[in-house]
């Protein structure tokens, strides 16, 4: 348990903004991913829609 507290004291923590600036990469990240998913989902919805009408 001691070995882990002096490994924490090694730790070089992020400043507030390092800290804010990757937040708003992660944050950027997740949007940008969420529509690629939703449009490529809605795609395949109507891709597959359209061959069960045939």
């Known amino acids: 348990m001691i070995k882990a507290f002096k490994e924490l004291k090694k730790v070089t923590w992020p400043t507030a903004s390092e800290l804010r600036r990757d937040s708003v990469v ?18 395949v919805n109507l891709a597959f829609n359209w061959f069960i009408r045939l």
């Open 26 to 43: 992660v944050i950027f990240t997740i949007i940008i991913t969420a529509i690629f998913l939703g449009v490529t989902d809605e795609l």
